[in-house]
Every structure is written in C-alpha cells, then in structure tokens.
C-alpha cells in the first residue's frame, strides 16, 4: 500500500516566486494535515481538513500561506510571494477517522525540503 | 492554549546505556501518541497510549502515560545505534487535536 506521498522532495526557489507543494493522502483516510518543520520552531501544525474541507487553519503563518483540498486524493499548500524565512522541510499527514476528530496515528509523507533564496 | 513540553532537548548516550524522554502537558490529555524521526526522515508513529497510568512495551521501548493524564515517558533499554532520532510526543485535549512536542534528539555512541 503507498503510503503518502509529496512532491516535490526538494525546491529551491528565488524570493517571491509562488512555490506550489503537493500531497495525495493515503487512499480512505479522511483527515490531512500539513506541518513545516525548522529547527527552531519544531514540528508545527499548518492547517488539517476532514472529508477535503479546512477545519483548523489558525496555524497558517499568514496570507501568503493557502491550503486547497478539491478532492479525497490530493491537497496542495502554496505560498506566494515566498520569503528567505519560509524555508522549511513542509510535511502532509494522513490518518484514517471519523467525526470531529481523528484519534488514529498519523502518517506521514517523506517531506519537501523547501529553500528561498 | 494546550503546550506539550519535551525533556531533554537533546540525550548523548553511549550504545548499551539506557535513555528515557519525558513529555508534559499544561493540560489533561485524553490521549497520547508518541512517534520516531529518524535524521532525514519523517515522524513515524510508535504507540498510543489512552489510559490513565497506562504502561506499553515494544521490546526494549516502555511508554508509560501518567495518573493524571498530564506526563508520559518514553524508556529504551541498552540503546542501539538504530535508536539514533527525535522522539516527539503528542498530547490530544478532549475534542481537540494533537499537538507535537518539540522531541528529544537522541544520539547513541558506538
């Protein structure tokens, strides 16, 4: 069974370019996360949907960030423009459940190591 | 808000010695995962545990959740040099979702 998968694995990208990160969850999982993760500040939560729809984004650093999820199999995270300080290792989860949260492990995708130059 | 603190921030120890990692919760936890991450990786779920003064073992890894539902530790017996990674809790508030501790980076000697 694949597991979570992420693309890119790695982006090095200029200042103020739009960077694009993409995840398709593991097949029947109803719950998506996106994590950043720098030294510094740990392992942070981003943003997570249920059934495709945003349920908490109030870890979204700010506007620049945005999250869509159009359907079961993919979700992508953009930042635009980018900044020096936005780079990170970015990581989408997965895990199975149901209702209003999810108690079942989470699993996780290899990460894009993102670099803004 | 909920916080779940780690420690030790980081653990240096020499292979055969035994390491243990403890998290805490400013806040009752209805549950607690703990997961592995190792150098270049990505976390990896280890155990859930639920109850209070709940005990686990996965061969030489013990976890333990605390009676109050506040604390939980982590104990790897006669570390290998496989051990070598972060070690994060995360603490779930009832309702809530689960928040990551910042992890314990351990490091074995050979």
């Known amino acids: 069974d694949a597991g979570v998968i992420q693309s890119p694995r790695h982006e090095v990208t200029e200042m103020g370019q739009e960077v694009t990160l993409r995840c398709k969850p593991i097949?029947?999982?109803?719950?998506l996360f996106w994590y950043r993760q720098t030294m510094m500040r740990g392992l942070e939560l981003l943003i997570y949907?249920?059934?495709?729809?945003?349920?908490?984004d109030s870890g979204m650093p700010e506007d620049r960030f945005s999250a869509k999820m159009p359907n079961a199999s993919f979700s992508t995270l953009k930042i635009q423009p980018s900044e020096p300080r936005d780079s990170a290792v970015y990581f989408c989860?997965?895990?199975?459940?149901?209702?209003?949260?999810?108690?079942?492990?989470?699993?996780f995708g290899d990460g894009t190591r993102l670099s803004i130059l | 808000g909920q916080q779940v603190m780690q420690i030790p921030q980081y653990q240096h120890v020499q292979e055969g010695e035994d390491f243990t990692t403890y998290c805490n919760s400013s806040t009752t936890l209805s549950n607690i995962q703990w997961y592995k991450q190792r150098p270049g990786g990505h976390p990896v779920f280890l155990i859930q545990?639920?109850?209070?003064?709940e005990v686990k073992k996965q061969k030489r890894l013990t976890f333990q959740f605390g009676e109050a539902k506040k604390n939980s530790s982590l104990h790897i017996t006669a570390t290998q040099t496989t051990d070598v990674g972060t070690y994060f809790c995360?603490?779930?508030?009832?309702?809530?979702?689960?928040?990551f501790g910042p992890g314990t980076r351990l490091s074995v000697l050979p």
């Open positions: 097949s029947g999982h109803d719950y």
């Open positions: 949907f249920n059934n495709n729809v945003p349920i908490d």
């Open positions: 545990l639920v109850k209070s003064g």
């Open positions: 995360a603490g779930r508030n009832y309702g809530q979702n689960f928040v």
């Open positions: 989860a997965s895990s199975p459940g149901t209702g209003s949260n999810s108690n079942q492990p989470q699993h």
